[in-house]
């Protein structure tokens, strides 16, 4: 699978919008574009994936460049609840499959006040 | 849908004795399960892939046989942690994903502490 890079932490203010990028510039063409968030102490959750189309739900949106080398995902209106690291992940195959996850470092993404 | 539920949520055990931990995957059937560590302040390091009816897939540098999977339904799998030693003390989580477009669903956790 094709490795990511993230920025270590990041801040954002209450209220205002999170983007977290991605860099993922060996993606091959059937890998999609995986983002999950871990806040302390509990098991990873899925945020959204998506391939190479911009994709949107009721957590995030995640935007994928043209190109496919980068993408950020996007918290409309962060909370303080949204503190948490914030792993992107690229893999092979769609949900369902046997293809396992590997998590790199991640961004620490601290929402304040 | 697509919970999965890890039991227990932390344990303390003494050194030398041996814990279990169960994972289930409460509304969907799961030929596949993965088991993970993570050590305070790291990222979630893959264990072993978990198949049901067959034997797990370790990754590399992981003991089998102090680490031993068992997966023998489908909605099922076990982590036993064999003479337990202080240095296994970590977080262990567990995943599994529906047969359908979705997501890896992720169990909360066991926090293991060995004494």
């Known amino acids: 699978d094709a490795k990511t890079t993230q920025p270590p932490s990041m801040d954002c203010a209450e209220g205002r919008a999170a983007n977290l990028p991605c860099n993922h510039s060996?993606?091959?063409?059937?890998?999609?574009v995986y983002w999950y968030r871990q806040i302390h102490s509990q098991g990873p959750q899925y945020i959204i994936h998506?391939?190479?189309n911009n994709e949107t739900n009721e957590m995030a949106s995640l935007i994928i460049t043209e190109d496919r080398k980068s993408s950020t995902l996007i918290l409309p209106h962060a909370t303080l609840r949204d503190t948490a690291v914030y792993y992107c992940?690229?893999?092979?195959?769609?949900?369902?499959?046997?293809?396992?996850?590997?998590f790199g470092k991640g961004t620490l993404l601290t929402v304040n006040p | 849908g697509a919970v999965v539920s890890q039991h227990p949520s932390w344990v303390i055990c003494k050194s030398g004795t041996s814990v279990k931990i169960e994972c289930r995957s409460l509304?969907?059937?799961?030929?596949?399960m993965f088991w993970y560590r993570q050590f305070p302040k790291q990222s979630l390091m893959l264990m072993a892939t978990?198949?049901?009816?067959?034997?797990?897939?370790?990754e590399q540098g992981v003991e089998k046989d102090k680490f031993l999977i068992n997966h023998a339904s489908l909605t099922l799998s076990t982590l036993t942690v064999t003479s337990a030693h202080p240095e296994d003390s970590s977080f262990y989580i567990c995943?599994?994903?529906?047969?359908?477009?979705?997501?890896?669903?992720f169990g909360s956790g066991t926090r293991l502490t060995v004494v």
């Open positions: 998506g391939l190479k």
């Open positions: 978990s198949n049901e009816g067959s034997k797990a897939t370790y």
């Open positions: 995943s599994a994903s529906p047969d359908r477009d979705y997501g890896y669903t």
């Open positions: 509304d969907f059937q799961a030929t596949t």
């Open positions: 992940i690229v893999r092979v195959g769609r949900g369902g499959s046997n293809y396992k996850l590997t």
């Open positions: 060996t993606i091959s063409g059937n890998e999609y």
